[in-house]
């Protein structure tokens, strides 16, 4: 059963200290999309790669985060330094552009909590 | 005003009650539409799919776009216990640029 998977489920940080996200999108699928939820705003697009490279980080608070695609298993998400306003719940996800457009899947989310 | 409107509820019902999801966008660049699901403290779960204008159904589920008035509902039938979940409305542009836009989601509660 083909999932996207994402490192660490939970992390409580330190304000001021980095976090890094992890994420390994379905195989085959060339894009993949950070969203941030919160209660206040809901799910935000952060940014989104296609075939790796960047196609739109417009959500993406551009001093503190940082979004990189090494290779095609991986996509990471950085936070340096991390703020409280920064505690949320961050999703990867991943889909297949094609003429149907995109289905897009979703992983199980990374729950930041920055004291 | 946000591209995606949804009432974030919550909306409580009896089990087999027929239930109505509603959203409304503002973007006519949409082209799909998706209706996700969401249990609590896990990700959103691809649940109805629809392209344009029409109606869509799977099982209990049917979704509906209605494009002239920038609608979409989704609607449950013989609601279940199981059925309780946040309910997010999406919008996707089409031309390569397939991202999705949500709405705020709606709290369903099906009590037995």
């Known amino acids: 059963d083909a999932r996207v998977t994402q490192t660490p489920r939970h992390k409580v940080t330190e304000m001021g200290q980095e976090v890094t996200m992890r994420c390994q999108p379905i195989?085959?699928?060339?894009?993949v999309f950070w969203y941030r939820q919160t209660m206040m705003q809901g799910l935000e697009l952060l940014a989104y790669?296609?075939?790796?490279?960047?196609?739109?980080d417009s959500g993406m608070p551009k001093d503190r985060f940082s979004a990189e695609m090494p290779d095609a298993t991986l996509a990471t998400l950085k936070i340096q330094p991390s703020e409280p306003r920064d505690s949320a719940v961050y999703f990867c996800?991943?889909?297949?552009?094609?003429?149907?457009?995109?289905?897009?899947?979703f992983g199980e989310g990374s729950w930041l909590t920055v004291v | 005003q946000k591209e995606v409107e949804q009432d974030p509820g919550p909306l409580s019902v009896p089990e087999g009650a027929i239930v109505s999801l509603n959203c409304t966008y503002s973007?006519?660049?949409?082209?799909?539409f998706m209706w996700y699901r969401q249990y609590s403290r896990k990700g959103p779960e691809l649940l109805m799919y629809t392209y344009s204008s029409g109606n869509k159904e799977d099982g209990r589920f049917t979704a509906q776009v209605d494009k002239s008035s920038k609608y979409i509902s989704l609607f449950i039938r013989d609601s279940q216990p199981s059925d309780s979940a946040t309910y997010l409305c999406?919008?996707?542009?089409?031309?390569?640029?397939?991202?999705?836009?949500f709405g705020a989601g709606t709290r369903l509660a099906v009590h037995p």
């Open positions: 973007n006519s660049a949409f082209q799909y």
């Open positions: 999406a919008g996707m542009f089409s031309g390569g640029y397939n991202k999705l836009i």
């Open positions: 790669f296609r075939n790796r490279a960047p196609l739109d």
């Open positions: 195989l085959g699928h060339n894009t």
């Open positions: 996800a991943s889909g297949k552009q094609g003429a149907g457009g995109n289905t897009i899947y």
